[in-house]
């Protein structure tokens, strides 16, 4: 027999009898139901249910208003509920509780439509709502940038205006099932999906087994469960999906009650469906576990029955933070086509690592291409957001994951120029300033630790655009480009701590423009890629500290233009973009060797015209 609990226990005692030993509560994981009708027709109430225990739920709180029908979702520390019905009709307003500290809701941002029977999912940056009803179904998708309070954005759209969908996700993909569609009322088994960190529209994924909506949807890291809802009739049938490849859905089991208008939410292990309507309103809890097949077993009770809530969990895969980040050398790569506001990171010295960091202030691609960052912040300058250039330098903290903030603007807007910098200094040089294609010579600085706008630096020895860029900690090297004749194999150099105009430095092997994308060590640049006559995959370097002509270094895997590249002094990191401005595939290069580029991994979408930033870059002492 186990020791008593009242008793002391040594450490053997514990290890020995571990299995008996109570859990406590306020260690484990936290899934929040909120909103709903039952014994009010347009609840407030949060309740908390422990994750890792069977049990009746608790009293967290109250969201800003009473509502049914809501997009909820979150991260590892924050819940999200978006929209839904209240008493004086649907709203668009966004709320937040942190999981951590109970107390009532308070203000995120607000959506974009005044939406009921919205369906919401989420990773650990963006949380996304679709579809919905405003004067009629919608198939808007809308998403906000967790880590940062604000109003939604436009994502993309839906297949079809559709609502009551079930949603759920990976860290890279939402899934969206079911619903109504708009042109006959008809209940669908449409399976769609898009990556959350490329805005668009959504794909096909697979089928359901039967029309159905009302139904909700939970996840571990791999596999997707919708239960419930209504089809001909209100059932107790569970699906399952892999999330990561596409398909039809498969029968996993049956909840402890046929029932719609549910919600539901997981942790790594154990999925939970809670409330909805069995022909009223229950406060039912049931549990599975997802990576197996069977039916639900119960699992407690809600503090009040009610239908039309919305979970959020602390512990759902899909919002966990990374558990290499942030990563001693991180690179990020922001923006790009078609005007998307992404940022991702990279761990730079382990292959394959990365996830969704946040999002510019405005989604843009031919951003100023280079790495202007100090060790704690990167900056990112210009580019277009499809109506106009943009004059406008954000910034954001390597240690945070969370949107942008406005850092100042440069002297003029600027596309297809070029960055670098030191550890205290940015650099931003030539581009296109004037937004009619000419070339221009102008060179901007700002000082990367304290926001403000850009000061003059001096002049390019030509007016060049849609060239490449990188640095020492002395210098700052530009190369290739477009100038009024042509191309341009001229590289040519600045010293980063005073102001002043371009010095020739030597030639590139070739001329190209597009961009010569650059990384370095604190001795050696390697500039990659570019257009020449065509696409090219030609990497040259030359010693940052002397001055003369490049030398050949080797090819990459992929033979395109408008890369961007980032490194750590010793990796150099670039997007190997392909000719037709597509593709995924990062490569990678060790800069003080010579050598063909192997394969880093995939990035989470394709960075084409983007910008980028290090906090560990050849410039940073």
């Known amino acids: 027999m186990a020791p008593s609990y009242s008793g002391v226990w040594n450490i053997s005692t ?15 994981t936290r899934m929040l139901f909120g909103g709903g009708a039952g014994t009010s027709n347009f609840s407030d109430i949060i309740d908390l249910k422990i994750t890792e225990t069977s049990g009746n739920a608790t009293d967290f709180g109250n969201l800003s208003v009473g509502r049914i029908l809501m997009s909820s979702y979150g991260s590892d520390t924050k819940a999200i509920w978006a929209g839904g019905e209240a008493s004086g009709g649907r709203g668009n307003v966004i709320d937040t ?44 998708i809308d998403y906000i940038t967790i880590p940062t309070a604000g109003n939604a954005i436009d994502f993309g759209n839906l297949t079809a205006a559709k609502l009551d969908m079930a949603g759920l996700a990976s860290t890279t993909r939402a899934v969206f099932s079911g619903g109504q569609i708009i042109s006959s009322n008809a209940k669908q088994n449409v399976i769609e999906y898009v990556t959350i960190a490329s805005t668009g529209n959504g794909t096909d994924f697979g089928d359901l ?45 049956d909840l402890t ?37 069977g039916n639900a077993t119960d699992f407690g009770d809600l503090t009040d029955a009610r239908d039309g809530l919305g979970a959020c969990s602390s512990s759902e895969a899909a919002v966990q933070n990374e558990s290499y980040f942030p990563p001693a050398a991180m690179g990020l790569y922001a923006g790009g086509h078609p005007y998307q506001t992404a940022i991702v990171y990279l761990n730079i010295a382990t292959d394959g690592e990365l996830g969704l960091f946040g999002d510019l202030t405005v989604g843009r691609s031919s951003n100023v291409n280079g790495t202007m960052s100090s060790t704690t912040r990167g900056l990112f300058a210009g580019g277009n957001d499809g109506s106009s250039h943009l004059n406008v330098i954000d910034f954001v903290s390597f240690s945070t994951k969370g949107k942008a903030t406005d850092f100042g603007n440069l002297t003029t807007t600027n596309i297809d120029g070029a960055c670098f910098s030191s550890s205290t200094r940015g650099v931003v040089a030539g581009g296109d300033r004037v937004g009619d294609g ?67 430095f030597g030639d590139l092997t070739e001329a190209r423009r597009v961009t010569p994308a650059g990384v370095s060590s604190s001795t050696r640049a390697v500039f990659a890629a570019g257009l020449a006559s065509s696409a090219s995959n030609v990497m040259d370097y030359v010693t940052i500290g002397s001055t003369g002509n490049a030398t050949d270094f080797g090819d990459l895997t992929v033979v395109g233009y408008y890369h961007a590249a980032l490194s750590d002094k010793t990796t150099g990191l670039y997007t190997a973009i392909g000719t037709g401005g597509t593709g995924i595939a990062i490569d990678k290069i060790t800069i003080a060797s010579t050598g063909n580029a192997t394969d880093w991994g995939d990035n989470l979408h394709s960075h084409y015209a983007a910008a980028s930033a290090s906090n560990a870059h050849g410039g940073i002492a």
């Open 438 to 504: 000419s070339s221009s010579d102008i060179v901007d600085y700002v000082t990367i630790a304290s926001a403000g706008n850009a000061t003059d630096f001096g002049d390019m020895t030509t007016a060049t655009q849609q060239l490449g860029s990188t640095s020492n900690t002395t210098r700052g090297l530009v190369a290739g480009g477009a100038t009024a004749g042509g191309l341009t194999n001229t590289i040519e150099y600045f010293t980063i701590a005073s102001t002043g105009d371009a010095t020739d």
């Open 97 to 140: 509780v942190t999981y951590s500290s109970a107390g009532n809701a308070t203000d995120f941002g607000d959506l974009n439509n005044n939406l009921s029977m919205v369906t919401g999912t989420s990773n650990n940056v963006r949380g996304l709502s679709a579809g919905g009803y405003v004067s009629d179904k919608i198939d808007v």
């Open 257 to 293: 009650a046929a029932r719609r208008k549910l919600s539901a939410g997981a942790n790594s292990t154990t999925g939970i469906f809670g409330g909805g309507n069995t022909g009223s309103a229950t406060n039912t809890m049931d549990s599975v576990t997802i990576a197996t097949t």
């Open 14 to 28: 514990q290890y020995q009898y571990r299995t008996g030993w109570p859990f406590d509560a306020n260690l484990g």
């Open 209 to 253: 087994a039967a029309t159905i909506d009302e139904s909700a949807g939970c996840a571990s890291s791999t596999r997707g469960l919708f239960g419930g809802g209504s089809e001909s009739d209100i059932v107790n049938r569970i699906q399952y999906i892999t999330i990561a490849s596409t398909g039809n859905s498969t029968d996993f089991g």
